[in-house]
């Protein structure tokens, strides 16, 4: 138990969450680097990303992504309020252990009208176990007793002044030893609440930014195929490993068309005895 009120230390990390701290300045030699050099190179990830987009745009025609119902998480609907009259689903199937809760606790904060305040807890929740070491390594370490990780979780959050829907939902997890995947269960969960509200979040990984006149042609072509709807988030990372090109993620999906995948097809095809 002490361990448990020990972990009371993280609720100072909450005021921290709002705010990021800025990127690092880029250095004399980085603002250099980003001369014609950069400029050459910015012009030809340009050209790519325009010669993939028809098949990009082909692609996605004939793959769709649908809607469809997921099965809830045992043991989170007989602690939750009572749930309203009108019917509600979840926009799209989650699979395993993580999507599971997810679907659980969507379904739950849907019928109690508190999603946006849910989504915000739970994301608070996951900074600050970032943000704590303490708190990391107890929502990690299942040697505590289940009574004592179930009675310092609902004290802590109960302070914190969460929602019902939250601290129930925190319980379940800390009752069945599930709470060390609260990070994948929460990044599951903002899936839900996106497609709920038509936000589309498309994950973009390429070797470099990609400028501003391609990106708003990508989020057309996805726009066009996706519906007028939705609301495109696009997600730029940067990666390396891709060697060029770019690879495109959004749900269950993913178009890979980078360099590194065109040279291991080439590689395989090259390999292939000839036949005369």
């Not at 361990?3 to 909450?14: I, V």
């Not at 309203?84 to 599971?100: D, F, H, M, R």
Request: include cysteine; aromatic fraction near 8%; charge should be positive.
């Amino acid at each position: 138990l002490r361990l448990a009120r020990a972990s009371f230390f993280f609720l100072g990390c909450f005021a921290a969450t709002g705010s990021q701290p800025p990127p690092p300045s880029p250095t004399h030699s980085q603002q250099g680097f980003r001369g014609t050099s950069s400029k050459r190179t910015v012009m030809a990830a340009a050209r790519h990303l325009r010669s993939v987009l028809p098949q990009l745009r082909a692609r996605l025609a004939g793959s769709e992504p649908a809607a469809a119902v997921a099965q809830g998480s045992r043991g989170f609907a007989s602690k939750v309020a009572k749930p309203s009259e009108k019917k509600i689903k979840v926009p799209e199937a989650l699979y395993g252990g993580t999507g599971n809760y997810a679907s659980a606790l969507f379904l739950t904060a849907a019928k109690a009208n508190v999603l946006d305040k849910v989504e915000s807890e739970i994301n608070t929740i996951v900074e600050a176990s970032k943000q704590s070491p303490m708190f990391s390594q107890f929502i990690k370490d299942l040697s505590v007793p289940k009574e004592t990780r179930v009675k310092a979780i609902t004290e802590i959050f109960a302070e914190a002044g969460f929602s019902d829907v939250t601290k129930n939902f925190l319980a379940v997890l800390a009752d069945n030893g599930r709470l060390k995947y609260i990070e994948r269960i929460a990044e599951r969960f903002v899936d839900l609440t996106r497609a709920h509200k038509g936000e589309v979040n498309v994950v973009v990984r390429t070797v470099i930014p990609i400028p501003e006149k391609e990106e708003k042609e990508l989020k057309e072509t996805l726009q066009d195929i996706l519906g007028k709807d939705k609301t495109i988030l696009i997600e730029q990372k940067i990666d390396y490993s891709i060697m060029g090109g770019l690879v495109i993620q959004f749900g269950q999906k993913v178009f890979d068309m980078s360099i590194k995948t065109r040279a291991k097809q080439m590689e395989t095809f090259l390999r292939q005895p000839l036949e005369f």
